[in-house]
């Protein structure tokens, strides 16, 4: 196994395993580790990696690994809060939050896996589901309800 695959190996036990909210926090699990590596190349791996940060209501923001979201990670109502409206139109939906809060939302949508939506795409503040033909509104909502309780309120 060359460095980088055993250097990603690494990367991926401890974001599946710890809550870790910081590039050097994990810096500094990695050396205990032993592996050294320099934040430009940590940040390169996780872009490779396409790992995300999650709100988490102890931590503020911790890292995930795509649909890979673990279970035991509450989304914080701080930002299910900044969600401001739903919308659908045809096959699409549009959730719009609060500026900056966009990409904090889609990821557990993403992660959930709800086979509703066929993909999102996510701006500042603005979310675009587009739903799989045929999809049934009021289940997805149901499975958006079930993630993001506040919605209950728009």
């Not at 910081?22 to 990695?30: C, G, N």
């Not at 401001?84 to 549009?94: K, L, P, R, Y």
């Amino acid at each position: 196994m060359n460095q980088k695959t055993q250097r990603l190996s690494i990367i991926r036990k401890i974001i599946r395993t710890e809550f870790i909210s910081s590039q050097e926090e994990l810096i500094a699990r990695l050396e205990e580790c032993g592996v050294q590596i320099t934040q430009s190349t940590l940040s390169r791996d996780l872009k490779f990696m396409h790992v995300a940060k999650v709100p988490h209501k102890e931590k503020g923001y911790i890292y995930v690994l795509p649909n890979n979201m673990r279970s035991d990670v509450s989304i914080s109502t701080n930002v299910t809060d900044n969600i401001t409206d739903i919308a659908f139109s045809g096959n699409m939906c549009v959730i719009t939050t609060k500026p900056g809060y966009a990409s904090a939302v889609s990821v557990p949508i993403d992660n959930k896996g709800i086979n509703e939506i066929l993909g999102t795409i996510a701006g500042d503040n603005t979310i675009l589901l587009i739903l799989r033909e045929g999809f049934d509104m009021d289940s997805l909502l149901h499975q958006l309800y079930m993630l993001f309780p506040s919605l209950r309120t728009l």
